[in-house]
């Protein structure tokens, strides 16, 4: 994943209505792959955590040394809270994507209509931030 938009000034076309309106849709498209990467890495260490777990079963049963089986259940339990992390971190990512949406959604009924009717007409407008007082 790369950088969700550059860096840009308090003013300007950069933060015009068309230019948020990508940003927000992008920081919702980010929040969404961040999601679905976090799910995929979860699923990916509980699966390790159950075959370290079986692994220690196993090893118990053929009566291998008590501080090995320890080191793999330790093992197994790190995988544990990797799980836990990444399940947090998606309920964020899943959070911001729904933040993101509707803020999206807040935005172009606010700002939507004021966008089309300058977009419609002919007449030059000031840029983002030119009657925002000082």
């Known amino acids: 994943m790369g950088e969700i938009a550059p860096a840009v000034s308090a003013d300007g076309d950069a933060n015009g209505y068309t230019a948020i309106h990508t940003k927000l849709t992008a920081l ?11 799910e995929r890495v979860a699923q990916r260490m509980r699966a390790n955590a159950n ?7 196993l090893s118990a049963a053929a009566q291998v040394d ?9 093992v197994a339990t790190s995988f544990g809270r990797v799980v836990g992390g ?7 990512a899943d ?5 993101a949406g ?3 959604t807040e935005h ?3 700002y939507g209509g004021v966008h089309a009717a300058v ?13 925002r007082p000082q």
Do not use: C, W
Request: charged share 20%; no cysteine; glycine share 4%.
């Open 66 to 74: 008590a501080r090995h089986v320890a080191a793999i259940n330790e």
């Open 95 to 99: 959070s911001m994507h729904q933040a």
């Open 108 to 110: 172009q009924a606010e």
């Open 119 to 131: 977009t419609a007409s002919k007449a030059r407008q000031a840029k983002p931030g030119f009657y």
């Open 102 to 104: 509707h803020l999206r």
């Open 51 to 57: 075959a370290a777990v079986t692994v220690a079963d």
């Open 28 to 38: 919702q498209r980010a929040a969404a792959q961040l999601m679905e990467h976090a």
């Open 86 to 92: 990444a399940r947090r971190l998606s309920g964020a």
